[in-house]
Protein backbone atom coordinates (compact mmCIF):
# COMPACT_ATOMS: atom_id res chain seq x y z
CA UNK A 1 0.00 0.00 0.00
CA UNK A 2 1.60 3.09 -0.94
CA UNK A 3 2.49 6.16 1.57
CA UNK A 4 0.65 9.48 1.29
CA UNK A 5 3.21 10.95 -0.29
CA UNK A 6 3.42 8.23 -2.67
CA UNK A 7 -0.46 8.55 -3.46
CA UNK A 8 0.03 12.17 -3.31
CA UNK A 9 3.01 11.72 -6.64
CA UNK A 10 0.23 9.72 -8.07
CA UNK A 11 -2.60 11.59 -8.13
CA UNK A 12 -0.27 14.81 -9.15
CA UNK A 13 1.17 12.50 -12.27
CA UNK A 14 -2.39 11.28 -12.93
CA UNK A 15 -3.63 14.81 -13.33
CA UNK A 16 -0.77 15.36 -15.44
CA UNK A 17 -1.91 12.56 -17.55
CA UNK A 18 -4.91 13.89 -17.90
CA UNK A 19 -4.00 17.21 -18.62
CA UNK A 20 -2.02 15.75 -21.59
CA UNK A 21 -4.51 13.54 -23.26
CA UNK A 22 -1.75 9.78 -22.34
CA UNK A 23 -4.01 7.16 -22.73
CA UNK A 24 -3.42 3.91 -25.17
CA UNK A 25 0.07 5.08 -25.90
CA UNK A 26 3.45 4.30 -25.36
CA UNK A 27 5.36 6.55 -23.19
CA UNK A 28 9.40 6.76 -23.10
CA UNK A 29 9.95 7.84 -19.41
CA UNK A 30 14.12 8.98 -18.86
CA UNK A 31 15.25 7.27 -16.47
CA UNK A 32 18.89 8.36 -14.48
CA UNK A 33 18.04 6.29 -11.31
CA UNK A 34 17.46 9.23 -9.34
CA UNK A 35 14.70 9.49 -6.70
CA UNK A 36 12.50 11.91 -8.83
CA UNK A 37 12.89 9.54 -11.97
CA UNK A 38 11.98 6.59 -10.12
CA UNK A 39 9.54 7.83 -7.97
CA UNK A 40 7.97 8.79 -11.81
CA UNK A 41 7.80 5.88 -12.79
CA UNK A 42 6.50 4.46 -10.26
CA UNK A 43 3.78 6.58 -10.82
CA UNK A 44 2.62 5.91 -14.42
CA UNK A 45 3.32 2.40 -13.67
CA UNK A 46 0.72 2.66 -11.09
CA UNK A 47 -1.80 3.95 -13.86
CA UNK A 48 -0.76 2.14 -16.52
CA UNK A 49 -3.61 -0.54 -17.23
CA UNK A 50 -6.02 2.30 -15.92
CA UNK A 51 -4.50 4.39 -18.89
CA UNK A 52 -3.48 1.54 -21.37
CA UNK A 53 -0.09 3.16 -21.40
CA UNK A 54 2.60 0.88 -22.33
CA UNK A 55 5.94 2.30 -20.59
CA UNK A 56 9.62 2.08 -21.82
CA UNK A 57 11.76 3.33 -19.14
CA UNK A 58 15.32 4.64 -21.24
CA UNK A 59 18.26 5.65 -19.02
CA UNK A 60 19.66 9.05 -18.59
CA UNK A 61 23.03 9.72 -17.52
CA UNK A 62 23.13 13.35 -16.65
CA UNK A 63 27.38 13.28 -16.59
CA UNK A 64 26.90 14.76 -12.83
CA UNK A 65 28.44 11.73 -10.94
CA UNK A 66 32.21 11.90 -12.20
CA UNK A 67 33.96 8.74 -11.26
CA UNK A 68 30.85 6.89 -9.73
CA UNK A 69 29.43 6.90 -13.37
CA UNK A 70 32.59 5.41 -15.00
CA UNK A 71 32.85 2.35 -12.29
CA UNK A 72 28.79 2.09 -12.58
CA UNK A 73 29.72 1.32 -16.34
CA UNK A 74 33.00 -0.82 -15.75
Known sequence: MPTDAASG?????ARAADALGLGDVRVLVAVSGGIDSVVLFDALWALREDRGL????????HGL???ATSQADA
Open 9 to 13: VRDRV
Open 54 to 61: ELVAGHVD
Open 65 to 67: RGA
